[in-house]
Structure formats: C-alpha cells, structure tokens
Nanobody, 120 residues
Framework: QVQLVESGGGLVQAGGSLRLSCAYSGSIFSINAMGWYRQAPGKQRELVAV???????NYADSVKGRFTISKDNAKNTVYLQMNSLKPEDTAVYYC??????????????WGQGTQVTVSS
C-alpha cells in the first residue's frame, strides 16, 4: 500500500501561482508513475499531469505551459507548480500513485484531495 498526503491548496487570484505537494510513503518501490488529477463541481475527475519513475512527464492540454510536475526522490514528494492560474483551474486536486506489481498487477492510490480556488 501507499499513503499520500497532499498540501498546498488555497485561494488565489487569477494570474497567481500555487505549488501543491504530495508526500508518499509505503510500498514506494512499486510506484511507476505519480500524477495529479482534479475534479471540479459537476465534472468528472481529469488528469492534470503525470511523471514516471524515469522522469518523463505528460500534461493535459489545458495546463501545458502553465503547470509543471516534478519529484524529489530524496524527500519522496511530488510537486505541482501552477502558474498563471485561471478561474477554470478551480477544483479539488488529487495526488495519484500508480503501482505496477510483478509486471502485471496495477493499483492506484489516491490522496485526500486539496482545494484550489482561483478568483477572477
């Protein structure tokens, strides 16, 4: 199992910045990717950004050029730097750990979520 603890959400004006952190612990050797997802009211949860253990990254088109995902292996922490925030970025942001066990079993673990609110 993997435990995820998020922090860093809050209220910010449009154009501002926030940095989310996700500290992970437990069976971290099985993690093959970490990601950030978000869910706005009345909408489905969507992928924001993902980073693999090899350091490859991928972003939703809506955040490319504004958000950056990174990780600090020494601190077992993943970050999401969010710049040029827009009101449409308002959502609950969730940290995700994707595990691959024995090369065939896949598991997903989620953090508790952190609210990001961008005012216009």
């Amino acid at each position: 199992q993997v435990q995820l603890v998020e922090s860093g959400g809050g209220l910010v004006q449009a154009g501002g910045s926030l940095r989310l952190s996700c500290a992970y612990s437990g069976s971290i050797f099985s993690i093959n990717a970490m990601g950030w997802y978000r869910q706005a009211p009345g909408k489905q949860r969507e992928l924001v950004a993902v980073i693999t253990t090899g350091g490859s990254t991928n972003y939703a088109d809506s955040v490319k050029g504004r958000f950056t995902i990174s990780k600090d292996n020494a601190k077992n922490t993943v970050y999401l730097q969010m710049n040029s925030l827009k009101p449409e970025d308002t959502a609950v942001y969730y940290c995700n750990a994707h595990l691959l066990v024995l090369g065939r079993y896949e598991y997903d673990y989620w953090g508790q979520g952190t609210q990001v609110t961008v005012s216009s």
